[in-house]
């Protein structure tokens, strides 16, 4: 991976919706090099899917939290598909220290928030933060290069 190609990854993470043409134009390139370029790296792995943020609050979603559950690894076959089926569940990371998965979670209101967490109690004890806000919205990592 070139200079170019972290480029185009790091316009890409801002608007996965940019266009060839619009690409080509910031990147000084042709669009079938951008063409071939992408190509490249889905073929190669390095774009694993393109995806739309929502806002979160025109869904009605006013209540995101996260959760870290104490779950034991014989647990683990059983939690993992359990886990996946909840569409609430933005992400459920396997982490190091007391409490064995971090799960970001996002909800309409805090009753629903509750039966959740209850739901989950099968597995383990949980430790729960509510976000207050959210000053550093998700980004995707972003190359440092000398943009054109």
């Known amino acids: 991976m070139d200079q170019t190609d972290k480029r185009i990854l790091n316009l890409l993470q ?73 569409p609430n569940v933005l992400e459920c990371e396997c982490i190091t220290g007391p409490y064995s998965m971090l799960i970001k979670v996002i909800f309409e209101d805090t009753k629903q928030l509750d039966d959740f967490i209850n739901d989950i109690h099968q597995f383990g004890k949980t430790n729960t933060q509510i976000v207050f806000s959210t000053p550093v919205q998700q980004r995707g990592y972003r190359f440092n290069v000398d943009d054109k």
């Open 14 to 86: 801002q608007n996965s919706r940019i266009s060839i043409k619009k690409l080509s134009e910031k990147l000084f390139i042709t669009a079938p090099a951008v063409s071939q370029r992408l190509k490249n790296l889905e073929d190669e792995g390095y774009i694993d899917k393109f995806s739309t943020q929502m806002n979160l609050d025109r869904i009605n979603m006013k209540v995101k939290a996260f959760v870290q559950l104490e779950v034991s690894p014989g647990q683990k076959k059983d939690f993992y598909p359990y886990i996946e089926k909840i």
